[in-house]
């Protein structure tokens, strides 16, 4: 149990386009997901936090009119990375928190790789 | 404020020896601890973690890893390395925040390399 999917798992797109990554809580309902960027060899790190049915709260330095996160269902968050750049390039990965377990256990995605030409 | 210290990028091991990758820890409050595993291209797979109790605590694939206040570490370990555990591994604390949500912050992680 507690699988989280991400959709697509590789996308490449132009510069100036928008991307939306899909994750899902398979076999749970995740009452709070989280959004991490990874760059090539470094460790993850948290871009913002959403909770179902409210506004996602960002990390500082993350500008939240470039990388749009909506959780509008118990199973379902998506992160848009508008106007997208060639700096935007990285390895995205959601988790999820599950609505009857412990607060302190996150499942991870498998990662969204954007690469933006 | 909490923070998470991982000592070697890179750790070098042959078949069938000893693992040990290093984690410290800084937490202004008792800490969660986690120990989670990455293969290339793939999302994070929890190992273990610590969060009271026994302060040995025993993972998946063999893992282990002490909880040691005094030394405010973290250490994972595993009796004799497979060439299946070649991977990033990365260590993670963990407390509750003031809007209620226990957020992990990750320390830069340890490539294990496993030779033949």
């Known amino acids: 149990g507690a699988v989280v999917s991400q959709h697509p798992s590789r996308v490449i797109c132009k510069s100036g386009t928008s991307v939306k990554i899909e994750c899902r809580s398979l076999?749970?309902?995740?009452?709070?997901m989280f959004w991490y960027r990874q760059f090539p060899k470094q460790s993850l790190m948290l871009m913002a936090t959403?909770?179902?049915?409210?506004?996602?709260?960002?990390e500082q330095g993350v500008e939240k009119d470039k990388f749009l996160i909506n959780h509008a269902s118990l199973t379902l968050s998506t992160l848009t990375v508008t106007s997208a750049h060639p700096e935007d390039s990285s390895f995205y990965i959601c988790s999820a928190r599950a609505q009857d377990r412990r607060a302190d256990t996150q499942y991870f995605g498998p990662g969204t790789r954007l690469t933006v030409l | 404020a909490q923070s998470v210290t991982q000592l070697g990028s890179h750790v070098s091991v042959s078949e069938g020896a000893l693992v040990l990758l290093r984690c410290n820890y800084s937490s202004s409050v008792p800490p969660y601890l986690f120990w989670y595993v990455q293969y290339p291209n793939q999302g994070l797979q929890l190992l273990l973690k610590?969060?009271?109790?026994?302060?040995l605590v025993k993972g998946i694939n063999g893992f282990e890893a002490e909880f040691k206040k005094s030394e405010t570490s973290f250490h994972l370990t595993k009796p004799s390395a497979h060439m299946s555990d070649a991977a990033e591994y990365f260590c993670?604390?963990?407390?509750?925040?003031?809007?209620?949500?226990?957020?992990?912050?990750f320390g830069r992680g340890t490539s294990l390399i496993v030779h033949p």
């Open positions: 959403s909770n179902e049915g409210s506004k996602a709260t960002y």
């Open positions: 076999d749970f309902q995740a009452t709070t």
């Open positions: 993670a604390v963990s407390a509750l925040s003031s809007g209620g949500s226990y957020i992990p912050t």
């Open positions: 610590y969060t009271t109790g026994a302060t």
